[in-house]
């Protein structure tokens, strides 16, 4: 079993910079295509940043070129590098780990508040 712990959410004004981590714990980290998703209440959880095992990335268009993704494959850690915060960036932000077709594990999340 694959488990995912998220870390680094807090309060930041706008225009703020954040980094979430992701620390996964079990087998074979590198293959997993890794992402980072978020849900803001009432709303459907949607996928932020994506980076696959072979470290190819995708972005939602509302966060391209303000997020960027990364993975260190020895340290078994996914980041998200969030720059020029927006409050619409508020939400919850989960780390996911594919594994397979229908095979995904989820982190419980960390809380990103953007506001002045």
């Known amino acids: 079993q694959v488990q995912l712990v998220e870390s680094g959410g807090g309060l930041v004004q706008p225009g703020g910079s954040l980094r979430l981590s992701c620390a996964a714990s079990?087998?074979?980290?590198?293959?997993?295509?890794m992402g980072w998703y978020r849900q803001a209440p009432g709303k459907q959880r949607e996928l932020v940043a994506q980076?696959?095992?072979?470290?190819?990335?995708n972005y939602a268009d509302s966060v391209k070129g303000r997020f960027t993704i990364s993975r260190d494959n020895a340290k078994k850690l996914v980041y998200l590098q969030m720059d020029s915060l927006k409050s619409e960036d508020t939400a919850v932000y989960y780390c996911?780990?594919?594994?397979?077709?229908?095979?995904?594990?989820w982190g419980k999340g960390t809380l990103v508040t953007v506001s002045s």
């Open positions: 980076i696959l095992s072979g470290g190819s990335t």
């Open positions: 996911n780990a594919h594994i397979g077709p229908r095979k995904d594990y």
């Open positions: 079990g087998s074979i980290f590198s293959i997993y295509d």
